[in-house]
């Protein structure tokens, strides 16, 4: 299934917000979108899963997710939303319960991605016990569980402090080449768009438009062994967003 | 930088970091108690207290034995208990309701906020001869009065609860396709829990205050009776022991809602 957005547009009142989007999701591949703060990134993520609704334009889903996909449209977000009240197991049960899927049948699931995430020991804490990459890596399994089609991340390791980030970050590479998942991946972080994009989209401040697509042909797993190539890669973008961020920076909130 | 550290010149950074920290103290409650009462009961029976205007702490405590050995006691406590417990939970079941209307409908909103600011303040005392028109001078006055004390601070409560659960989780539910119904029992109802918990502390300190009030009028039994009596009789020592009895009630009361705290909300840091 691939995602595309038709010439989206969309507006808070009076204040334009983001400008003729158009851009497709294509399945198997992560897609980054960079911006300045405040560029109407996160919000484009929301238009793409259905959280929100665009004043213009249309997100379409090209040909049917796979038969098994629970919710093909699962997002991972910047501040983990787990429920404080349930363990690692009654979190990811949560979202399993809503499908029918008790007793043997969702063990088995919740078992399953708790082995892909390395958290099995940790399947009946409580998320105050747990670290805020342990958190993040629980909301991940989460996501795994309903098979998703397409993974919508909103500064997923934002939250993280970087060594946590870098870990997790590699965390997110080794799943990419066991499963070649879609994403597409909402950041302020040029290093991890230039590690985990095959494709890039630089967004302008509001109203945010596309100002470049940038698309990187290194293998994921050969990245880290390309550091040259990454930097590159990366003050280019920097050039890009350089004046955007600069410019956003000294613009007055309109709350 | 001298090499070597002259003491006498060079002070220790001073500490400013204490206070603000007030720890649970478990031995004070009882000491503080045990000292005021010894200091009234010296008081009275060196006679400096008048036992008409304050009899003394082993009076009441005598007062108190009497009414238990009489046979007395279990009858205004179950009658009292029984008012407080139905219109109670009646009340909170209501108040539950509606507060959960108020956070989760704009409509109901509309309509309940205003309602609850405008009948809210009115003590339920004055409204009581009302009560006993509508439902008569039996239990069901009685317990309308307790349940309309709770409704309202319960229905504040649910609402105010509501209001402050977490939007990111609640956004988190429909991502995941969640029902409407599965939204609000497994992630409105546990975040809005601590603040309904708090909101059953004040209720049932109303309810309480409410019970009291509701059997001065035509009670045969009850704590609220017993005292009312006593004060008719000028039996300061009987009314000190109903006083005492109430307050052990607000107590068990607040360790009951504590104990309910501590499971319901134990995973919260």
Redesign the interface.
């Given at each position: 299934m691939d995602l595309q957005l038709k010439d989206l547009s969309h507006a808070y009142d009076e204040t334009e917000v983001l400008k003729d989007i158009n851009f497709s999701l294509p399945s198997g591949q992560i897609v980054c979108l960079i911006g300045p703060s405040g560029c109407g990134k996160s919000t484009l993520l929301r238009f793409m899963?259905g959280?929100e609704r665009p004043t213009s334009g249309d997100v379409l889903q090209i040909g049917e997710p796979p038969a098994d996909s629970l919710?093909p449209?699962?997002?991972i977000?910047q501040?983990f939303?787990l429920?404080?009240?349930?363990t690692v197991e009654g979190n990811i049960s949560?979202?399993l319960?809503?499908h029918g899927i008790r007793g043997t049948a969702a063990t088995s699931i919740i078992d399953d991605v708790l082995i892909r995430t390395k958290l099995i020991d940790f399947k009946n804490a409580?998320?105050?016990q747990l670290s805020g990459g342990m958190k993040q890596r629980v909301a991940i399994a989460?996501a795994l569980a309903?098979k998703p089609a397409c993974l919508l991340m909103d500064e997923p390791l934002s939250a993280l402090d970087s060594q946590t980030r870098e870990l997790l970050m590699e965390d997110l590479i080794d799943l990419w080449m066991k499963e070649k998942y879609t994403a597409c991946y909402v950041t302020h972080n040029l290093n991890e768009a230039v590690r985990l994009g095959h494709k890039v989209i630089v967004l302008s401040r509001r109203p945010g438009t596309i100002r470049e697509i940038v698309t990187l042909d290194i293998p994921l797993e050969e990245r880290l062994a390309n550091p040259a190539a990454l930097q590159e890669q990366q003050q280019y973008l920097w050039s890009l967003m350089r004046e955007e961020a600069e410019a956003a920076d000294k613009e007055l909130g309109h709350v | 930088m001298s090499d070597k550290i002259n003491k006498t010149t060079s002070p220790s950074v001073p500490y400013r970091g204490g206070g603000f920290s007030p720890r649970p103290a478990k031995i004070v409650a009882p000491v503080l108690f045990a000292l005021i009462f010894s200091l009234w009961e010296t008081g009275s029976r060196l006679g400096w207290i008048s036992p008409l205007i304050l009899p003394a702490p082993s009076e009441a405590a005598q007062a108190l034995i009497e009414l238990f050995n009489s046979g007395q006691l279990f009858l205004h406590l179950s009658a009292s208990l029984q008012r407080l417990i139905v219109g109670w939970i009646c009340g909170s079941l209501l108040g539950i309701s509606f507060g959960l209307a108020a956070g989760l409908f704009t409509l109901a909103r509309g309509g309940i906020v205003p309602l609850v600011a405008a009948i809210f303040p009115i003590p339920k005392i004055a409204l009581l001869p009302l009560f006993i028109i509508w439902f008569g001078i039996g239990e069901e006055s009685k317990i309308a009065t307790i349940l309309f004390g709770t409704f309202f601070p319960t229905v504040i409560a649910v609402y105010g609860g509501v209001d402050n659960v977490?939007r990111?989780?609640i956004?988190?539910g429909?991502?995941?396709?969640?029902?409407w119904w599965?939204i609000v029992r497994?992630?409105i109802l546990?975040g809005a829990l601590p603040a309904i918990l708090s909101g059953f502390r004040i209720s049932a300190s109303i309810g309480i205050i409410l019970l009291v009030a509701a059997e001065m009028i035509g009670a045969e039994y009850g704590i609220g009776a017993y005292i009312l009596l006593a004060g008719n009789l000028m039996a300061m020592d009987q009314l000190l022991a109903g006083v005492a009895i109430l307050s052990v009630l607000g107590l068990i009361v607040s360790w009951l809602i504590g104990r309910a705290e501590k499971y319901f909300l134990r995973?919260?840091?």
């Open positions: 899963g959280l919710n449209l699962t997002y977000f501040d939303a429920l404080p009240w349930r949560l979202v319960e809503d409580l998320p105050k989460r309903v | 977490d990111g989780l956004r988190m429909q991502s995941f396709n969640l029902s599965s497994k992630i546990p995973w919260r840091l």
